[in-house]
């Protein structure tokens, strides 16, 4: 018996595998301990990564959906930077043609719903004020509203204690508009070099691992670009469905501004299980206004694209590429939203499936050569 396993309360703890389990938590704990003392060493990178963060990822983004067309061009014998230069051209044909036709009509819609907005909530307060005072729960709405008539009393002294806040506020949006203008600038030329030379990557940084480790690593950057190509490409369509479904179904019930709530719910569909309750807020407000009989054909509608979406468009499309359980990606989203904001929320989902592929290869790894390790401790003892 080895020396490590002798004691009998190590060894009804696992023996040598309590003490490597406990050495692998020490040496965890002292170097975050270590990090977080010399934290400041690393604010130069960490501002490096905010900055090319947003360009990078818009980049990826449109990398993944245009790689197809850049692939097929390539297999009819048109030189990849020709089928570059063409695919960035009709890219920006479509661009212009949108802000020529649709954005326009989009703008109007949005400068109407901006200026409508306020009767809206003020019929849907009116509304919500007579029920409630002439429901079971008038006495307790009472009390509550002269609670909050108090605390409305009390607003101008938090505006004067929370101004320094509000500038900082302020600074932070015009920084971040920055932060996007820059983006947009800097996009087409990260684009055109990811896709120029995006496929020679991998090889390149497999080069700098040692040989014998090669085909794990490529294994793994074949699943990351598996996992991010079928969630990007999929999660697109599927997002340009539902619009065009929610378009259709808001003409036929004669919902006022069908094209920005169908456009609304294409762009926030992008967010599992959270984008269409973002999405049917407006659309719920301008319904309930109208009269109760369009709220019941705004249920039918959504409930019918939410049906057709989940049964048959996403799996279709999508398929089961990703492999995450409902309740794991709701507990990812609150993570991620608490933790990095409206970014997070985007990000989590292909951040989490990368995070799955790294981490269940190298389990197998480390159960791979565990068990080497075994087999040749075993052969050992029998010799």
């Not at 067309?69 to 297999?75: A, D």
């Not at 048109?78 to 020529?100: H, N, Q």
Request: aromatic share 12%.
């Amino acid at each position: 018996m080895n020396r490590w396993d002798s004691t009998p309360v190590i060894r009804f703890f696992g023996g040598r595998k309590l003490l490597f389990i406990l050495g692998v938590i020490l040496l965890i704990g002292l170097n975050i301990l270590i990090f977080s003392s010399v934290g400041f060493i690393f604010d130069p990178f960490l501002v490096f990564i905010k900055t090319v963060a947003l360009p990078l990822i818009l980049s990826i983004v449109v990398y993944y959906l245009l790689r197809p067309i850049i692939n097929l061009l390539e297999s009819w014998r048109i030189k990849r930077i020709w089928g570059i230069l063409i695919t960035l051209l009709a890219l920006v044909g479509i661009i212009t043609l949108l802000v020529v036709l649709i954005i326009p009509f989009l703008e109007k819609q949005l400068i109407s719903l901006a200026e409508e907005l306020p009767r809206y909530l003020q019929d849907l307060i009116n509304t919500t004020d007579e029920w409630l005072r002439n429901s079971i729960f008038s006495a307790y709405y009472t009390n509550l509203f002269e609670d909050v008539d108090g605390m409305l009393n009390q607003i101008p002294d938090y505006i004067s204690s929370y101004a320094s806040e509000t500038v900082e506020g302020i600074t932070n949006i015009i920084s971040t508009v920055t932060n996007v203008v820059v983006a947009l600038v800097t996009l087409p030329f990260i684009l055109f070099y990811l896709l120029k030379d995006g496929h020679r990557l991998p090889s390149y940084i497999i080069r700098m691992f040692p040989p014998k480790v090669r085909p794990e690593v490529s294994s793994v950057f074949k699943g990351i670009d598996h996992q991010l190509s079928a969630y990007i490409q999929g999660q697109i369509i599927v997002s340009f469905c539902i619009g065009i479904m929610m378009y259709i179904g808001f003409l036929i019930i004669g919902l006022e501004y069908a094209l920005l709530l169908a456009a609304i719910a294409s762009v926030t569909s992008v967010v599992p299980y959270l984008g269409p309750v973002i999405a049917i807020t407006p659309a719920l407000i301008i319904s309930i206004v109208t009269s109760p009989f369009m709220v019941v054909k705004l249920v039918v509608v959504w409930t019918i694209v939410q049906l057709l979406e989940g049964k048959f468009i996403s799996p279709q499309i999508m398929g089961k590429s990703l492999h995450i359980h409902p309740v794991t990606i709701i507990f990812v989203l609150l993570t991620a939203g608490h933790l990095f904001g409206i970014v997070g929320i985007i990000l989590a989902i292909p951040g989490y499936a990368i995070l799955k592929v790294v981490v269940s290869h190298l389990y197998y790894w480390f159960q791979k050569r565990y068990n080497r390790f075994v087999e040749e401790e075993n052969q050992y003892k029998i010799q």
